[in-house]
């Protein structure tokens, strides 16, 4: 058998071993795990993020606290000093009602402040359990469809074995270098050897140069396109 010959027949295994490794690529089954991953991720990051902002709620908090903590002690000393050292005139008595005051408005500026926080931060927390559950579920869909889809992968393994041994057998006997060629041109044109047809390329449907159809004229087995790098059969 000529060389270009039994390039045409490895070519047709090789084209149903790619169809094959497409269809499995294709499995419904797969493409639902992948769907369920990609989903599962999404909810690992919206768990991440809520818990982020519930740090930084809870740090909010502390730091609240701890201020009107503070403050609430200088409102004791304030009354302290109003019953041990009372001011001497009105204007005096003015002030210390006026920083009171101040202080007064602004712990419970504060305080309404981390009431907000800690509701806020049970949203997140309601946030975060509907997020765990709406996980479970799909964790609990991935293992069921991975339990089948696991078996379906076993079985088509070993059928994609079998198309790989014939690629490999079909390959006995081709010259290297042409079976080289056929890899290269497969990475940009497949399937990569074509035939003639009506003078053109049978690839990509480009009319063959003048030059070309002279070499088929003086009995030339192939050309390459010029347009398409196919190697094109000319019987
Ligand atoms: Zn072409």
New binding site residues.
């Given amino acids: 058998m000529e060389q270009y010959e039994m390039i045409w027949e490895y070519q047709q295994t090789d084209m149903e071993l790619e169809q094959y490794e497409r269809e499995m690529r294709n499995n419904s089954n797969r493409k639902e795990l992948i769907k369920y991953r990609d989903f599962l991720l999404e909810q690992q990051a919206a768990l991440k993020k809520i818990e982020g902002e519930v740090d930084v709620m809870s740090d909010r908090v502390e730091a609240l606290v701890d201020e009107v903590s503070r403050l609430n002690k200088s409102v004791e000393e304030y009354k302290k000093q109003l019953t041990e050292n009372p001011p001497e005139d009105q204007s005096k008595a003015h002030e210390l009602v006026t920083a009171v005051e101040k202080l007064v408005s602004r712990i419970s500026h504060y305080e309404a402040e981390i009431a907000k926080l800690r509701k806020d931060s049970e949203g997140r927390d309601r946030q975060q359990r509907e997020v765990r559950v709406r996980a479970a579920k799909a964790r609990a869909e991935f293992d069921r469809i991975k339990a089948i889809y696991d078996e379906e992968y076993k079985e088509a393994s070993k059928q994609l074995e079998v198309l790989r041994g014939k690629v490999a057998e079909k390959a006995v006997g081709i010259d290297k270098q042409l079976l080289e060629k056929y890899q290269i041109i497969k990475r940009h044109s497949t399937p990569p050897i074509t035939r003639i047809r009506d003078g053109r390329?049978g690839?990509?449907n480009?009319q063959l140069p003048a030059a070309d159809m002279n070499k088929i004229r003086t009995g030339e087995p192939f050309v390459e396109?010029e347009?398409?790098g196919?190697i094109i059969l000319v019987r």
């Fill in positions: 390329c690839g990509c480009m396109c347009n398409c196919r």
